[in-house]
């Protein structure tokens, strides 16, 4: 599947390995795919929603998360990150993902998968994954990204 991405979306799944380093998980999930496409000024024009910010939305979610369980972390901060490996699993919902962006690039008779097909998959996804909870926190209005994508196509 990797060889029908075209660079941007190689260079996606790049920095999303590197989020998810940096923040400390194992596995690189849908959440982290979003962060990272999020550095592309065109879809975060798109989606409404800058990488700073969005990045800010996941860590509170992760914060909301713990405190649910009982898990104050009060004023701590990690000291180090997860040292990234070249080989960082996927979560069963980014590997979906990944999969669903060769629907929507051959829908649109597209020869390559672009960062923009794997944004339209992560908009196709549903809570609890990671990728439509935080999209669900940030407020983004999916039908009108898509219409902003399909505009820009």
């Known amino acids: ?9 190689r260079t996606v799944v790049e920095d999303a390995r590197h989020e998810a380093a940096r923040r400390g998980d194992r596995r690189l999930g849908t959440d982290h795919l ?3 496409l999020l550095h ?6 798109a989606v409404g929603v ?5 990045a ?8 909301d998360a713990l405190t649910a369980i009982g898990v104050d972390l ?3 901060n990690p000291t180090a990150h997860a040292a990234a ?10 590997k979906a993902t990944l999969q669903h962006t060769l629907v929507s690039a051959a829908t649109e008779k597209a020869r390559t998968v672009t960062s923009r097909h794997i944004l339209l998959a992560l908009l196709d996804r549903r809570e ?5 909870v935080l999209l669900t926190a940030l407020a983004v209005d999916r039908a009108a990204v898509r219409e902003s994508l399909a505009a820009s196509r």
């Open 1 to 9: 599947m990797f060889e029908k991405l075209a660079q941007s979306a």
């Open 34 to 36: 979003l962060l990272a």
């Open 40 to 45: 592309e000024e065109e879809l975060a024009q």
């Open 50 to 54: 800058d990488a700073a910010t969005a």
């Open 56 to 63: 800010e939305a996941a860590q509170q979610l992760d914060r």
């Open 74 to 76: 009060g004023s701590f």
């Open 85 to 94: 490996s070249k080989r960082v699993p996927l979560t069963a919902g980014a």
């Open 128 to 132: 609890p994954d990671s990728a439509a």
